[in-house]
C-alpha cells in the first residue's frame, strides 16, 4: 500500500510538471482548470505530507488569483487537525497551515477570515507543544484580508498576551511570536480599539524589539486615538506612570489640535484627583498635568473643568511649602493667552487675593514673586474689565506697594489701553 502510494504521488508529481510545461510557467487562474489539484489534495487517502506537497507545488507554480482553492484547502485542513497522530504530522500540518495564511493574505482573500481565526484558535501558545508560528502569521493574515469583524477576538487575544509575563525563556519566545502577529493585525486593521492593547504591548513585558514594533505600529492605527488616550487615562487600575505614557503617546499623533486640546482636560483633571502617597507616581502626575497646561495654552480650552483645574495648579501650589513654580508660571501664561472671561476672571481673584496679603499680611518672596507674574499676565489679557483696570489702578496709587511693583501695575494698565 505504501509503495502504492509513493508511485501515485510520483504521477502527480510529473503530471504537475507537465502542466507547468505546457502552460509557460506564467499561468493565471482564468487559464487553468484548479479542479485536478482539489480533487488530488481531498483524496481521503492523501497523507498530511502529500497535502503539503501539493500546496508547495501549487504555490511554486507562480499561480494567481486562485484565493478560493486556498481557502477551500485550509477548511479541509482544519478539518483534519484532530487526526494528527505523531509530532512529524504535526509539524507538517503546521507548515500547510502556515504557508495556507501566506498566501490567502498575499491575496486579501477576505472571506477565509473565519477559517484563519480557527487556526489561531486550534494552535494557542498556551500550549507548550504550540511555537507560535501559526498563530502569528494566522493573526497576521486576519489583518491583510480585512477581518474587522475579527477585531474584538484580536484585541481580546493581545490583552491576554499582554497579561502572560513569564521569565521561562521557551515560553516568552514562543508568546512573543503571537504577540507580533496580534500587533501587525491590528495595525492593518485601522480600528480605534486596536490602539489600547497596542498601547499596552509597547510599555509591557515583553523584550525591547517587540515593544518597539508596538510602539512603530501605534500611529498606524488610527490617526485620532482621544478616545482611547482618555479611557487609559480615566481607567483607575492604571497608575499615575501609565497615565503619563499614554498622555505622552497622545503628543505624538496626527490628532487634530482640538482633540489633544480635549485628552489635555482630562489629563490635567486627573492629574489633580488621582490621590497617591507614592513620589513617583506624583512626579508623573505633576509632569503630566503641566505638560496638559502647556497644551491647552496652543490649542484652547474644550471642557471647562480645565479653569477649575488651572486653579487648582496654581492655589495648591501657593498653599504648599515646597510650590512647583513651574507650574504656576505655565497656568498662569495659560490663562493670559487663553483670555476668555473665565480666564480674566481667575487671574482678577488671584490679584485680589495678593492685594489682600499685602496690606494684611502674611508677605514675603513667594507672594511677592507671584504678583510679578500675576499683574503681566492681565496686562496681556487685553480685557476691559472695569474691575481689572481699578484693582491695577489702586495698585499703581498704593503706597503700600514698592515703586517696582507700581510700575508692573502701570504697564499693565498701559499694556490694556488705560
Same mark, same amino acid.
Given at each position: 500500500?505504501?509503495?502504492?502510494?509513493?508511485?501515485?504521488?510520483?504521477?502527480?508529481?510529473?503530471?504537475?510538471?507537465?502542466?507547468?510545461?505546457?502552460?509557460?510557467?506564467?499561468?493565471?487562474?482564468?487559464?487553468?482548470?484548479?479542479?485536478?489539484?482539489?480533487?488530488?489534495?481531498?483524496?481521503?487517502?492523501?497523507?498530511?505530507?502529500?497535502?503539503?506537497?501539493?500546496?508547495?507545488? =501549487?504555490?511554486?507554480?507562480?499561480?494567481?488569483?486562485?484565493?478560493?482553492?486556498?481557502?477551500?484547502?485550509?477548511?479541509?485542513?482544519?478539518?483534519?487537525?484532530?487526526?494528527?497522530?505523531?509530532? @512529524?504530522?504535526?509539524?507538517?500540518?503546521?507548515?500547510?497551515? @502556515?504557508?495556507?495564511c501566506q498566501e490567502l493574505a498575499a491575496e486579501k482573500y477576505t472571506a477565509a477570515a473565519p477559517e484563519l481565526w480557527q487556526l489561531v484558535q486550534s494552535f494557542p501558545v498556551i500550549r507548550d507543544i504550540n511555537d507560535g508560528f501559526v498563530m502569528q502569521d494566522a493573526l497576521i493574515a486576519l489583518g491583510q484580508v480585512d477581518a474587522k469583524e475579527f477585531v474584538p477576538h484580536i484585541v481580546q487575544t493581545l490583552d491576554d498576551i499582554n497579561?502572560?509575563?513569564? *521569565?521561562? =525563556?521557551?515560553?516568552?519566545? @514562543?508568546?512573543?511570536?503571537?504577540?507580533?502577529?496580534?500587533?501587525?493585525?491590528?495595525?492593518?486593521?485601522?480600528?480605534?480599539?486596536?490602539?489600547?492593547?497596542?498601547?499596552?504591548?509597547?510599555?509591557?513585558?515583553?523584550?525591547?524589539?517587540?515593544?518597539?514594533?508596538?510602539?512603530?505600529?501605534?500611529?498606524?492605527?488610527?490617526?485620532?486615538?482621544?478616545?482611547?488616550?482618555?479611557?487609559?487615562?480615566?481607567?483607575?487600575?492604571?497608575?499615575?506612570?501609565?497615565?503619563?505614557?499614554?498622555?505622552?503617546?497622545?503628543?505624538?499623533?496626527?490628532?487634530?489640535?482640538?482633540?489633544?486640546?480635549?485628552?489635555?482636560?482630562?489629563?490635567?483633571?486627573?492629574?489633580?484627583?488621582?490621590?497617591?502617597?507614592?513620589?513617583?507616581?506624583?512626579? *508623573?502626575?505633576?509632569?503630566?498635568?503641566? *505638560?496638559?497646561?502647556?497644551?491647552?495654552?496652543?490649542?484652547? =480650552?474644550?471642557?471647562?473643568?480645565?479653569?477649575?483645574?488651572?486653579?487648582?495648579?496654581?492655589?495648591?501650589?501657593?498653599?504648599?511649602?515646597?510650590?512647583?513654580?513651574?507650574?504656576?508660571?505655565?497656568?498662569?501664561?495659560?490663562?493670559? =493667552?487663553?483670555?476668555?472671561?473665565?480666564?480674566?476672571?481667575?487671574?482678577?481673584?488671584?490679584?485680589?487675593?495678593?492685594?489682600?496679603?499685602? @496690606?494684611?499680611?502674611?508677605?514675603?518672596?513667594?507672594?511677592?514673586?507671584?504678583?510679578?507674574?500675576?499683574?503681566?499676565?492681565?496686562?496681556?489679557?487685553?480685557?476691559?474689565?472695569?474691575?481689572?483696570?481699578?484693582?491695577?489702578?489702586?495698585?499703581?496709587?498704593?503706597d503700600a506697594y514698592t515703586g517696582a511693583e507700581q510700575g508692573w501695575a502701570r504697564d499693565a494698565l498701559r499694556a490694556l489701553g488705560q
Amino acid at each position: 500500500m505504501k509503495q502504492f502510494a509513493i508511485f501515485r504521488f510520483s504521477i502527480l508529481r510529473f503530471a504537475i510538471l507537465l502542466t507547468l510545461l505546457f502552460a509557460g510557467m506564467t499561468i493565471f487562474a482564468q487559464s487553468i482548470d484548479m479542479s485536478y489539484y482539489t480533487e488530488e489534495y481531498n483524496n481521503a487517502t492523501a497523507t498530511f505530507a502529500d497535502r503539503l506537497e501539493i500546496l508547495e507545488t =501549487v504555490r511554486n507554480a507562480g499561480f494567481s488569483g486562485i484565493s478560493e482553492f486556498y481557502h477551500e484547502a485550509l477548511k479541509v485542513l482544519i478539518t483534519r487537525i484532530p487526526d494528527i497522530g505523531n509530532i @512529524r504530522e504535526k509539524e507538517t500540518v503546521e507548515a500547510s497551515a @502556515r504557508l495556507l495564511c501566506q498566501e490567502l493574505a498575499a491575496e486579501k482573500y477576505t472571506a477565509a477570515a473565519p477559517e484563519l481565526w480557527q487556526l489561531v484558535q486550534s494552535f494557542p501558545v498556551i500550549r507548550d507543544i504550540n511555537d507560535g508560528f501559526v498563530m502569528q502569521d494566522a493573526l497576521i493574515a486576519l489583518g491583510q484580508v480585512d477581518a474587522k469583524e475579527f477585531v474584538p477576538h484580536i484585541v481580546q487575544t493581545l490583552d491576554d498576551i499582554n497579561t502572560l509575563a513569564t *521569565s521561562d =525563556v521557551e515560553t516568552r519566545r @514562543r508568546v512573543q511570536r503571537a504577540a507580533v502577529g496580534a500587533i501587525n493585525a491590528l495595525e492593518a486593521l485601522h480600528e480605534l480599539p486596536g490602539f489600547r492593547p497596542v498601547f499596552f504591548a509597547s510599555i509591557g513585558w515583553f523584550d525591547p524589539a517587540i515593544k518597539d514594533i508596538a510602539s512603530a505600529a501605534l500611529p498606524n492605527i488610527v490617526e485620532d486615538p482621544g478616545e482611547s488616550i482618555i479611557e487609559i487615562i480615566r481607567n483607575q487600575s492604571n497608575n499615575p506612570e501609565i497615565k503619563y505614557e499614554a498622555w505622552r503617546e497622545m503628543l505624538l499623533t496626527n490628532a487634530p489640535n482640538s482633540s489633544k486640546a480635549k485628552v489635555a482636560a482630562v489629563a490635567l483633571d486627573i492629574g489633580w484627583i488621582y490621590s497617591t502617597a507614592t513620589p513617583a507616581f506624583q512626579r *508623573s502626575l505633576r509632569e503630566m498635568r503641566k *505638560s496638559a497646561i502647556d497644551i491647552v495654552r496652543l490649542y484652547g =480650552v474644550e471642557d471647562d473643568s480645565v479653569y477649575v483645574n488651572l486653579e487648582r495648579s496654581y492655589s495648591n501650589n501657593f498653599i504648599n511649602t515646597t510650590p512647583d513654580y513651574d507650574e504656576i508660571r505655565k497656568t498662569l501664561d495659560t490663562l493670559s =493667552v487663553t483670555a476668555t472671561n473665565e480666564a480674566v476672571e481667575l487671574l482678577l481673584k488671584f490679584l485680589r487675593e495678593l492685594h489682600a496679603r499685602r @496690606r494684611s499680611g502674611p508677605w514675603g518672596n513667594k507672594e511677592r514673586q507671584l504678583l510679578q507674574w500675576v499683574i503681566p499676565s492681565l496686562g496681556a489679557t487685553s480685557t476691559q474689565s472695569a474691575e481689572v483696570t481699578q484693582l491695577l489702578t489702586t495698585i499703581q496709587r498704593s503706597d503700600a506697594y514698592t515703586g517696582a511693583e507700581q510700575g508692573w501695575a502701570r504697564d499693565a494698565l498701559r499694556a490694556l489701553g488705560q
